[in-house]
């Protein structure tokens, strides 16, 4: 079993940076796939991209491509979602997420989920 706690959101001005971070307890971390989703108000949750277990794959939402990345460091049980040029629309409480299903992008195949970090992008 595996927790998850999400840190870094706040408010940014369209155009600017964040970078959100999860830290994740247990000891096969290094054994999960780690996914980013994220909410905005009145929609359903939406995936954002994730990471292989070994951090050599990742995959993006055609939303975020090109503006967010996802990386992991295995050591410190973290991972981490840099968010660049952001839109009024990215506008959310982000969630990362564990699955030792193997990689994927479905929601419904990842276990464990932290309780989001709320990001609000000023236009």
């Known amino acids: 079993q595996v927790q998850l706690v999400e840190f870094g959101g706040g408010l940014v001005q369209a155009g600017g940076s964040l970078r959100l971070s999860c830290t994740a307890s247990g000891r096969t971390f290094s054994s999960y796939t780690m996914g980013w989703f994220r909410q905005a108000p009145g929609k359903e949750r939406e995936f954002v991209g994730c990471?292989?277990?070994?951090?050599?794959?990742?995959v993006y939402a055609d939303s975020v491509k090109g503006r967010f990345t996802i990386s992991r460091d295995n050591a410190k049980n973290m991972v981490y979602l840099q968010l660049n040029s952001l839109k009024a629309e990215d506008t959310a409480v982000y969630y990362c997420a564990a699955t030792e299903r193997g990689y994927s992008t479905s929601q419904v195949d990842y276990d464990y989920w932290g309780q989001g970090t709320q990001v609000t992008v000023s236009s």
């Open positions: 990471i292989s277990s070994t951090g050599g794959r990742t």
